[in-house]
């Protein structure tokens, strides 16, 4: 039997009947252009076939008319810190302090919400405690329908300032023999893939992103025990050393990397291994433009998006694999990340590929998710309109009209009496 991530253990049972979605403008998510009148058959959870021609509906299948909206794979967040402080009310002074359990019930309402804007495949690539476990197995029991999980458990770092100011989503490790009993205690934990802090955080003022925090040895070990075991790894990567050492080192996924336009050689590199750029440009924007961070740290942040804006361009000239990951709060907002690629130089399409497919590849899960083709998983999203013409409607929870995970409608406008606008 091959290997199988948690997430994917962890997914509830899929829909036992068939689905028949006609009339559909597709967007398949393999780069192919969209095309018109197409019907998906959906059996047993997974996509059974994929027709061009108006043919009668299987017998049994639930028949539903699109009416020419268009279909696209479910959306991947590649770069979501689901457990982190995003998820949790401040409450006013006076105000009872919250209670431990009341995270839970708020993470779970905004993975309901994330969902309902067409994510069904969120990467938390570093959390607080355990909501995102807690999350994923409610939701495997049928608590309440949301995003397919996965997570890094906690993040493999040096001993360094990073794990004084991320208290509880660092397992600090030094050498090689503790770096590889890191990984180990993450894959116990249920952990879907390793996270590794190659470089220091631009969050961090004590922290310098330039030089790799790891010696060779140690990132070595981290990529050696992590593959071997049969999981990728993710790498935290800003300075163009650390940069380039969790490239060299064979890490699966760069998160951030904003420097890589000054190094061609590596972009080159990467496309040639398919290791993925995860840009995260929404972070990037959104620290650049608040007042609330060091001024040192907002002059870096400003910086940071210019380079980050050559990067992606030089990324895709390079014909580097990219996935989108938004880095940001709340949750549900991640096609946002969607329009900064875009903004920055992406086309529409190419943007959407990596929202989609891109982000499959990103979490190993090419063969699963990512594209609307036959036998893979139905988690599927029907918007109103032409993304490829206005992407912005995939941030517009009116124009979400359904959401089909594992071959279930779970959300969307159709299922609701009155659509209701975002608060
Ligand atoms: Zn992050």
């Given at each position: 039997?091959?290997?199988?991530?948690?997430?994917?253990?962890?997914?509830?049972?899929?829909?036992?009947?068939?689905?028949?979605?006609?009339?559909?403008?597709?967007?398949?998510?393999?780069?192919s252009?969209?095309?018109?009148?197409?019907?998906?058959?959906?059996?047993?959870?997974?996509?059974?076939?994929?027709?061009?021609?108006?043919?009668?509906?299987?017998?049994?299948?639930l028949?539903?008319?699109l009416?020419?909206?268009?279909?696209?794979?479910?959306?991947?967040?590649a770069h979501?810190?689901?457990?982190?402080?995003?998820?949790?009310?401040?409450?006013?002074?006076?105000?009872?302090?919250?209670?431990?359990?009341?995270t839970?019930?708020?993470?779970?309402?905004?993975l309901?919400?994330?969902v309902?804007?067409?994510i069904?495949?969120v990467?938390?690539?570093?959390?607080?405690?355990?909501?995102?476990v807690?999350?994923?197995q409610?939701?495997?029991?049928?608590?309440?329908?949301?995003?397919?999980l996965?997570?890094?458990?906690?993040?493999?770092?040096?001993?360094?300032?990073?794990?004084?100011?991320?208290?509880?989503?660092?397992?600090?490790?030094?050498?090689?023999d503790?770096?590889?009993?890191a990984?180990r205690?993450?894959?116990?934990?249920?952990?879907?893939?390793?996270?590794?802090?190659?470089?220091?955080?631009?969050?961090?003022?004590?922290?310098?992103?330039?030089?790799?925090?790891?010696?060779?040895?140690?990132?070595?070990?981290?990529?050696?025990?992590?593959?071997?075991?049969?999981?990728?790894?993710?790498?935290?990567?800003?300075?163009?050393?650390?940069?380039?050492?969790?490239?060299?080192?064979?890490?699966?996924?760069?998160?951030?990397?904003?420097?890589?336009?000054?190094?061609?050689?590596?972009l080159?590199?990467?496309?040639?291994?398919?290791?993925?750029?995860?840009?995260?440009?929404?972070?990037?924007?959104?620290?650049?433009?608040?007042?609330?961070?060091?001024?040192?740290?907002?002059?870096?942040?400003?910086?940071n998006?210019?380079?980050?804006?050559?990067?992606?361009?030089?990324?895709?000239?390079g014909?580097?694999?990219?996935?989108?990951?938004?880095?940001?709060?709340?949750?549900?907002?991640?096609?946002?990340?969607?329009?900064?690629?875009?903004?920055?130089?992406?086309?529409?399409?190419?943007?959407?590929?990596a929202?989609?497919?891109?982000?499959?590849?990103?979490l190993?899960?090419?063969?699963?998710?990512?594209?609307?083709?036959a036998?893979?998983?139905?988690?599927?999203?029907?918007?109103?309109g032409?993304?490829?013409?206005?992407?912005e409607?995939?941030?517009?929870?009116?124009?979400?009209?359904?959401?089909?995970?594992?071959?279930?409608?779970?959300?969307?406008?159709a299922?609701?009496r009155?659509?209701?606008?975002?608060?």
């Amino acid at each position: 039997m091959p290997h199988r991530l948690p997430a994917l253990i962890a997914d509830p049972p899929p829909a036992e009947g068939r689905l028949w979605l006609s009339n559909a403008r597709l967007f398949e998510g393999t780069g192919s252009a969209t095309r018109q009148g197409v019907c998906v058959l959906v059996e047993g959870g997974r996509i059974a076939r994929v027709v061009e021609a108006s043919e009668p509906p299987p017998e049994g299948a639930l028949v539903v008319d699109l009416d020419g909206r268009t279909i696209l794979p479910g959306l991947v967040d590649a770069h979501a810190h689901v457990g982190g402080s995003f998820d949790r009310p401040t409450p006013l002074k006076g105000a009872e302090a919250l209670l431990p359990g009341t995270t839970a019930h708020h993470a779970a309402a905004e993975l309901r919400e994330v969902v309902r804007m067409g994510i069904t495949t969120v990467r938390d690539v570093g959390s607080v405690g355990d909501v995102v476990v807690e999350a994923r197995q409610a939701m495997r029991y049928g608590a309440f329908p949301g995003p397919r999980l996965l997570t890094c458990g906690r993040i493999v770092s040096p001993t360094g300032p990073g794990g004084r100011f991320f208290r509880g989503m660092y397992r600090e490790a030094d050498g090689s023999d503790d770096v590889r009993r890191a990984v180990r205690e993450q894959l116990r934990y249920g952990a879907d893939f390793v996270k590794v802090m190659t470089t220091g955080a631009r969050t961090v003022e004590l922290e310098d992103p330039d030089p790799p925090q790891l010696t060779r040895e140690e990132l070595a070990a981290l990529v050696d025990e992590s593959h071997r075991m049969g999981y990728r790894v993710c790498a935290h990567c800003e300075g163009l050393a650390g940069t380039e050492l969790a490239i060299v080192e064979g890490v699966d996924t760069i998160e951030h990397g904003m420097y890589l336009n000054q190094r061609p050689d590596m972009l080159e590199r990467m496309a040639a291994n398919d290791q993925v750029l995860v840009p995260t440009l929404s972070f990037l924007l959104g620290l650049a433009a608040s007042p609330t961070w060091t001024p040192l740290l907002l002059e870096l942040g400003r910086h940071n998006v210019e380079q980050a804006r050559l990067t992606l361009a030089a990324a895709r000239e390079g014909g580097v694999r990219l996935a989108m990951g938004y880095d940001s709060s709340p949750l549900r907002s991640a096609g946002n990340e969607l329009l900064a690629m875009i903004e920055f130089g992406l086309t529409p399409h190419e943007a959407l590929v990596a929202a989609t497919a891109g982000g499959a590849y990103a979490l190993g899960l090419e063969d699963e998710i990512g594209t609307v083709e036959a036998g893979k998983l139905a988690d599927l999203v029907v918007v109103d309109g032409d993304p490829l013409a206005s992407p912005e409607i995939l941030c517009d929870r009116a124009r979400i009209w359904l959401v089909v995970r594992l071959g279930t409608p779970v959300a969307g406008t159709a299922l609701e009496r009155t659509p209701v606008a975002p608060a």
